[in-house]
């Protein structure tokens, strides 16, 4: 699960890249005091040197091809654990009815 810090640096990234803004430790300091939420120092460093060379808009759109990035993890971290959650709750859910069947119980016994 993401931390709030993680989070805060996510969404500051996304908001700038929808204003055209070039993603930097300042830029995302500034977006996170104007939110209001405090998080530790290192958070827009390692955000703002991870996408120094990347194409933010090419990476969002090719989110899974880009898995290997170093920022994946960071621009991932929000959308992932839905998934896998996901994946989890159907095949637990698949689960459990090929339970019932192994038991030998049936609507008719």
Not at 3 to 9: M, W
Not at 42 to 48: D, E, G, R, S, T
Request: net charge negative.
């Amino acid at each position: 699960m993401a931390s709030t810090s993680e989070l805060a640096c996510n969404y500051s990234v996304l908001i700038l890249h929808d204003d055209e803004v070039t993603v930097t430790e300042d830029k995302l300091n500034a977006q996170i005091k104007t939110a209001g939420v405090t998080i530790e120092p290192f958070w827009p460093i390692l955000f703002a040197k991870a996408l120094a060379n990347i194409d933010v808009n090419s990476f969002i759109c090719n989110i899974r091809a880009c898995s290997s990035a170093p920022a994946a993890a960071a621009v991932v971290s929000t959308a992932a654990p839905v998934a896998v959650e996901e994946e989890k709750e159907e095949k637990k859910q698949e689960e459990s009815e090929d339970a019932d069947d192994d038991m030998g119980f049936g609507p008719f016994d």
